[in-house]
């Protein structure tokens, strides 16, 4: 009996990790030998999965609630990456295959469910799966992608183009996350967020 199978919301846990991005194309026998290495935890808000230095990595499957990955500089200015909702994932793979610490903290935005295991584990068992390590790698590469893009358009956009792009590209997730994390991540203080956003609402009424 895994861990899975004693916890009492199994099912709804089982359907959640058949919606992932990377697991969706899993068949019921491949997904029951992962369940097999999968613990379940329970976030409180804030709370940090990863600190950044770490060398004990895991990957980090989100069932539920908001993740971020955030990056600090030696005098402690914060500055967040990437948001990571349900159906996503989190990692420190190319961090944990290079053999180097981790780059940036992950930490829950807000109450959260992951499912997670050890790195090790997890390549270990991509080296079994050809096919998923493939479709792996490339949201891996993806998601680096994407991390750079944000990093041009912080240097690149006034405010007022950094909430529409955000909006064109994440127009859900705007909704969900908390203003002073979406703020922060868009490098805005609360109360220009709050106007470029009441203003971009009149536009489109």
């Known amino acids: ?19 992932n991005s990377v697991l969706k194309s899993l068949g019921q026998d491949v997904m029951a030998d992962l369940e097999s290495h ?11 999965v990863l600190h950044q230095g770490d060398h004990q990595m895991e990957q980090y499957f989100v ?19 990437r948001f990571a909702i349900e159906k996503d994932i989190e990692t420190s793979y190319a961090a944990w295959r290079l053999k180097t610490a981790a780059p940036y903290s992950i930490a829950a935005v807000t109450k959260a469910r992951v499912a997670r295991m050890p790195l090790k584990k997890w390549a270990e068992f991509l080296d079994q799966h050809q096919s998923l390590k493939e479709s792996f790698e490339f949201e891996v590469m993806r998601l680096m992608s994407e991390i750079m893009a944000h990093s041009i358009t912080l240097h690149m956009l006034d405010a007022p183009g950094r909430v529409e792009r955000f909006l064109r590209k994440y127009e859900d997730l705007f909704e969900l996350l908390p203003k002073k994390e979406l703020a922060s991540y868009l490098n805005l203080s609360p109360e220009t967020l709050s106007r470029l956003k009441t203003k971009h609402k009149e536009l489109f009424i």
């Not at 999968?38 to 940090?48: A, H, N, T, V």
């Not at 908001?66 to 600090?72: D, E, N, P, T, W």
């Open 38 to 48: 999968l613990e379940i935890s329970d976030l409180r808000k804030s709370e940090i």
């Open 63 to 81: 069932l539920d609630g908001i993740l971020k990955r955030i990056v600090s500089s030696a005098d402690a200015k914060e500055m967040i990456l």
């Open 1 to 19: 009996m895994t861990v899975l199978d004693k916890h009492p919301e199994k099912n709804l846990i089982r359907l959640q990790l058949s919606q």
